[in-house]
């Protein structure tokens, strides 16, 4: 990859275009601790596809990048992007949080460094994904398929509540000093993407940071609790707003009392470019009552409104009005006082104009001592201030006739389970009673099937018909398969330290984990397990039964057929092994090399190929290789 990207791939500077945009090659990126591990392009994935068909150099490189990241050799992202986990510094062994893990660039590089770290081929340490969103889940679940699932394990959740692990000799939940590294790059305004974001000129205003400010402070307080002692905590966000940046770290700082620490990582990367943390910034606020334009580009209009009469801005908490202090403005969202101010020094800001990249904000951060509280848990910190919106002094209830409070947090309207015995002098109430108990009863049938779907090892009946068939020979692999119902449609293997760690109950809401090895199929009624391409090197040295060793004569027939392979054009050597060998899925390896293999379906008397678009890709560069040399 290295030698291609350097050499093969190169085409002339400033030659190609897509709209004035100039399309260079791709160069290495002079900061990263790897020598030719990270390149960059200068251009964006728009003006790298569109100018594709148009030139044959543009488009060689492009299909190569393309057939490269569908085999999981190439990942794309944000240069800066990769810093966190570069920070974090993974080692073997390590257990990983990504707290926020979806689209999942990070959550594959810090894997590609625990596994990388050890040199030793015993695997061990293991990296947990989890995000918010189910459907992003289970993106981040089809990009890790193209690394490994083998050290990771993706759960959905959010993150301010994440549950812990399980310690495998008590059996018990452990929800606090778990894991060695925590990555906590969280939601955020993305103003730092401006670059290639266009919609955000439009759409960005000041308001956004307030209101993410609680979530990622919330965010930030869980990953400090799940930290064990001694580990390192990277907060990160692609935003330039110091309410969602030094902010956030300046109040973890104050609430953690001095069990976190922050680390000066300004001289780990020599050829860098970032700038130090800011101490002091005001908070905003932007008035909708006066506000006639959408975003934060105003133009003044007849009426001669100006953008100061839409925003205010506070040098202090203490300035605000009673108003925005209960509704959107919190004291943690100001500049802190005393020797926190100067900590904050130690965090990085990049600056696109800098390094030509986008804009980023990172903090490193090291548990030194166990959070204050009963056993440094994480429920002896203070409680977050609240935000909570409070109506003008004239405004009247219409539920009981009462101030203070808005319609929707009137006794009459919330539902018994909240506020105890809700009047039943008006519909609204009864109405949101029924939505309750329907909701409860969802919430029940919800329960039931996440119990029905958890991880659990495979039957007698499965593991003896794999046993069986495939000739398994360590009986401890029982312990290992793991599938989500008793008709095991689909069998991963599990580490042992995952399945203690993560199965140990129904705490976690497993997406998914483990490397998938087999996957039920049925052919004329009859059911068999076929071997998955993912796990063929890894796991076939464990059969000792539908294993076949072909010459580089017949692996390439087999893997360039278009239809089923006659056993009588096979070589004899061959037609020997398959003579009494029953019909069903099999392995087939490369004699020179046997790290080469492809699945292969066996009939009567022929075979079929059963290989995938990317598989066959790697197999046939592979497979030239070996016939070259």
Known sequence: LKEMLAKTLQFPSDKYFHNEISVNPPKPIAWYPLEKVAWQMDCGRVALSKSAPKYEDVRAFHSYLLEQTDRGNIDRQEAVSMLPVLFLDVQRGHRVLDMCASPG????????????????????????????????????????TRNTLRRAVVTCGPGDTFPGLYDADSKTLQSTNVFDRVLCDVPCSGDGTLRK?????????????????????????RGAALLKVGGVMVYSTCSFNPIEDEAVVAELLRRTS?????????????????????????VGWRSKSKSTHKGHLFKGDEGGTTSEDLHEWFDSYDLLSQELRSSRVTRSMFPPEGPIAGELLKTLRLIPTDQNSGGFF???????????????????????????????????????????????KCVKYLPDSEFGTSSTSSSKPQKKKRRTESGGKAE?????????????????????????????????????????????????????????????????????????????????????????????????????????????????????????????????????????????????????????????????????????????????????????T
């Not at 509280?373 to 919106?389: D, F, H, S, T, V």
């Not at 069903?584 to 379906?601: K, S, T």
């Open 105 to 144: 660039s990070k959550t594959t590089q810090v894997i590609d460094f625990l596994l990388s770290s050890d040199s030793t081929g015993d695997q061990s340490g293991l990296v947990v994904a989890n995000d918010l969103d189910k459907k992003r889940a289970y993106m981040l679940v089809h990009r890790l």
């Open 197 to 221: 974001n266009q919609s955000l000129w439009k759409e960005w205003h000041i308001g956004q940071g307030l209101t993410l400010h609680p979530t990622q402070l919330a965010l930030a307080l």
């Open 258 to 282: 001095g069990s976190l620490e922050l680390l000066d990582v300004s001289k780990k990367m020599p050829q860098l470019v970032s700038r130090p943390g800011r101490s002091k910034w005001r």
């Open 362 to 408: 990172i903090a490193v951060l090291r548990k030194v001592s166990d959070l204050p509280g009963k056993e440094g848990r994480q429920e002896g910190l203070e409680p977050l201030e609240e935000l909570e919106a409070t109506p003008p002094a004239d405004y009247v209830c219409k539920l009981c006739g009462s101030g203070g409070h808005f319609m929707k």
């Open 444 to 628: 029940s049938k919800k329960s039931e099937k996440k119990r029905e779907t958890l991880y659990r090892t495979v039957n007698e009946d499965v593991w003896n018909r794999l046993r069986e068939f495939y000739g398994l020979k360590d009986d401890s692999l029982k312990k290992r398969f793991w599938c989500r119902s008793d008709t095991a449609a689909t069998v991963n293997y599990v580490d042992k330290e995952i399945s203690d760690a993560c199965l140990g109950g129904d705490a976690l809401d497993i997406v998914n984990t483990g490397l998938k090895v087999f996957t039920k199929v049925t052919e004329r009624g009859e059911i068999f397990y076929r071997p998955s391409e993912e796990s063929l090197v890894f796991f076939d040295d464990f059969f000792t039964k539908r294993r076949l060793l072909a010459s580089t004569s017949d692996f390439s027939s087999l893997l360039h057929a278009k239809q089923h392979v006659t056993f009588d054009s096979l070589s004899s050597d061959l037609r020997a092994t398959l003579a009494d060998m029953p019909v069903g899925p099999a392995v087939v390896r490369l004699q020179v090399h046997e790290l080469v293999r492809m699945n292969i379906w066996i009939g009567k008397g022929s075979i079929l190929p059963r290989v995938s678009k990317a598989m066959r890709g790697e197999v046939e560069d592979a497979l030239k290789l070996y016939t070259e």
